[in-house]
C-alpha cells in the first residue's frame, strides 16, 4: 500500500479514498509515502481541524470547519481528511462546491487529497476525480510482529506459533492486539482457540453472517456418506501448514444435492467440525435490500467478512431457493438477483483466502451452469440404505439416552430396519420423536413396539414423490458423485419405461 501510495502522489492524483478503520496504520504509510516524496503533510479531523504534521507540527487557524478547511491552499502538500465521509454533501452545495474546487486545485501544484473512511460512497460531483482504494489488512509478517510485540509486553517468553498467526489472519491490527491481550489473560499464552472465538464475535456484530454452533461430534453425528466423508477427511489438514510447502491449494467447496431430509444440512454442519475450523452460515435471502445498490453491497461486505475470519468453512443452505430467478431475465427484480449471483461466482473463483463453502440444494434444475462448474465435488445425497438407516437410528437413540432401546425387545431391530425403507433421515429421527411423545403422554419410557406403529404411521417422500428421486438419481448418475458407495449401486435401479412396440 505504501508503494501505492508513493505512486498517486508522485502522479499528484486529485483524490484518493482508502477505506479503512485503521486510521493510525494508514496515517504511518502516508508519512512514510510523504517523507519519500518530500511532501508537506496536513491533516484534518472534526475534532482538531487542519494540522500541519510536516515539516513541523503546527495548528492551521480557523480549519474546524471544512469548507474553510477546503480554502486552505498549499503546494506540494498531501492533504489528508479523516472525518469527510460524514458530511452531507447531498445537503450542502456550499460545501460540495469547496471540495469539487480543492480537487480541482491540487494536481497543479504538486498536492493530492487523500480521504480516509470506513465506507466511501462516491459524490456524482467529484466521483470520476478520487480513485477508490481498499487498505488492505495485516500480512503475515505483520501479524508476527504485532504478536511479538505483545508477547514483550508481558514479560514472558511467550511462543508466537504458526497456529496463532492462521488464527489472526484477517484481523486488523487493533483487533489482533485485543485477541492476543485476551489470549493472555485467559491461557497465560497465546491460544489459537481464543482468538477463533473473538473471531466468531466480529461475525455476530457484523449480523451478515450467522454462527454455525459446532457440533463436537463432526461427521459422527452423520449416518452413513461414506464417501463424502472420506473425500472430506482427506482435506482435514488442508488449510495447515505443512499443506502450503508441500504445494496444496485450499479446497474451495462442495455442492451437496439431493432428496430433502437426507442429511445435506447436517453434513454441512459438520464438515466445519472435522475440518477443525469454524462454521458461519449465509443468508442469501437477507441480503436483499428495498433500497437501490444495497443488496450487492450486503453481499461484497459478507463475503470479505468471510474472508477476514478465513480459515473457516461458510455454508449456504438450500442455495437452489436463494438465487431463484438468477438465470432468468430480472424483470421482477430489476436484475438484483442476477448481480447478487454474478458477485457471489466471480467472488468463488477469485477467492485466495482459504473459505470453503458448502452449499446445499434440493432442485438443481434452478442453478446455472457457470455456479455448478466452480465446485472442487458435487455430491448426490440418495436416501439411506439399511446399513445407515442402522446407523442413524443409533445416531439419534444415543441423542435421546436410548441406545440400548432396541437390543433385547420384542420387536427386532432389524424389523424396523426393513420397514424404513425409503425414509430419509429426517423421517427416521421424526418417527422416533413421535414414539417418544406417545409414550410420554401415557407416563411411561418409550419401547421399540412405540417406535414400530409410528414407523407404520408414517408415510415417507418416497411414496409421495416417487418421481422426484428419480430425476435426482438420473441426474447424479452422469453429473455428480453419490455420497454413499451403495448409492452408486442403487443409481441403477432408476425406474425407466418399457415400451412395447
Known amino acids: ?80 481528511m479523516c472525518d469527510i465521509h460524514t458530511w452531507p454533501f447531498d445537503r450542502d452545495p456550499i460545501l460540495t462546491r469547496a471540495f469539487k474546487d480543492l480537487l ?25 476525480m ?27 517468553s511467550l511462543e508466537v506459533t504458526d497456529d496463532v498467526i ?63 466423508k472420506k473425500w472430506i477427511l482427506l482435506r482435514k489438514r488442508a488449510f495447515t501448514k505443512e499443506a502450503e510447502e508441500y504445494g496444496l491449494p485450499s479446497p474451495k467447496g462442495v455442492l451437496l444435492v439431493g432428496v430433502p431430509g437426507t442429511g445435506k444440512s447436517l453434513s454441512a454442519k459438520a464438515i466445519g467440525t472435522a475440518l477443525g475450523v ?27 467478512l468471510a474472508e477476514a475470519i478465513a480459515p473457516c468453512v461458510v455454508w449456504i443452505d438450500e442455495v437452489d431457493k436463494g438465487l431463484a430467478g438468477s438465470s432468468g431475465s430480472g424483470a ?10 454474478g458477485t457471489i461466482i466471480t467472488w468463488m473463483q477469485e477467492r485466495k ?6 452449499a446445499t440444494a434440493n432442485d438443481v434444475t434452478n442453478l446455472p451452469p457457470e455456479f455448478l462448474r466452480r465446485w472442487d465435488k458435487i455430491f448426490a445425497v440418495d436416501l439411506p440404505n439399511a446399513s445407515e438407516r442402522n446407523a ?40 422416533i420423536e413421535e414414539a417418544m411423545f406417545n409414550a410420554f403422554d401415557v407416563g411411561r419410557d418409550i419401547t421399540a413396539i412405540d417406535i414400530f406403529e409410528s414407523i407404520q404411521s408414517t408415510v415417507p417422500l418416497s411414496k409421495t414423490a416417487p418421481e422426484k428421486i428419480a430425476e435426482i438419481r438420473a441426474w447424479a448418475r452422469s453429473r455428480a458423485t453419490f455420497a454413499s458407495t451403495i448409492a452408486t449401486e442403487n443409481s441403477s435401479k432408476v425406474n425407466v419405461r418399457k415400451i412395447n412396440a
Open 1 to 80: 500500500m505504501k508503494q501505492t501510495l508513493i505512486n498517486y502522489i508522485s502522479a499528484c492524483y486529485p483524490g484518493i479514498a482508502i477505506q479503512t478503520t485503521e486510521e493510525q496504520r494508514v496515517l504511518s504509510d502516508i508519512l512514510e509515502a510523504a517523507k519519500v516524496k518530500e511532501k508537506s503533510l496536513v491533516v484534518w479531523s472534526a475534532t482538531e481541524g487542519m494540522r500541519q504534521v510536516l515539516p513541523n507540527s503546527k495548528e492551521i487557524l480557523d480549519s474546524e470547519d471544512l469548507v474553510s478547511a477546503c480554502k486552505v491552499r498549499m503546494k506540494d502538500t498531501v492533504y489528508v
Open 104 to 128: 480541482s486545485y491540487v494536481p497543479f501544484v504538486g498536492s493530492t487529497v487523500i480521504i480516509l473512511a470506513p465506507n466511501y460512497s462516491p459524490h456524482p460531483t467529484f466521483e470520476k
Open 130 to 156: 478520487v480513485v477508490v482504494l481498499d487498505y488492505t489488512l495485516p500480512s503475515k509478517e505483520d501479524l508476527k510482529r504485532i504478536a511479538t510485540s505483545i508477547a514483550s509486553s508481558t514479560g514472558k
Open 166 to 228: 492462521r488464527a489472526l489472519g484477517g484481523f486488523s491490527t487493533t483487533e489482533a492486539e485485543n485477541a492476543l491481550a485476551l489470549s493472555w489473560v485467559e491461557t497465560s499464552q497465546f491460544d489459537p482457540k481464543v482468538i477463533y472465538r473473538e473471531k466468531i464475535q466480529t461475525v455476530k456484530k457484523s449480523g451478515l453472517l450467522e454462527i454455525v454452533d459446532p457440533d463436537p461430534r463432526g461427521l459422527d453425528s452423520v449416518g452413513g456418506l461414506d464417501v463424502l
Open 278 to 304: 469454524p462454521t458461519v452460515r449465509l443468508d442469501i435471502g437477507a441480503l436483499f435490500s428495498s433500497l437501490v445498490g444495497e443488496s450487492e453491497a450486503k453481499t461484497r461486505d459478507a463475503l470479505k
Open 332 to 341: 421482477n427484480d430489476s436484475g438484483v438477483t442476477k448481480r447478487v449471483f
Open 353 to 358: 483466502c482459504p473459505v470453503f463453502l458448502v
Open 392 to 431: 442413524i437410528f443409533s445416531i439419534h437413540l444415543k441423542k435421546r439416552n436410548r441406545e440400548k432401546l432396541m437390543e433385547f425387545i420384542d420387536v427386532p431391530r432389524a424389523s424396523c430396519i426393513t420397514e424404513t425403507e425409503g425414509f430419509s433421515g429426517s423421517e427416521i429421527e421424526r418417527v
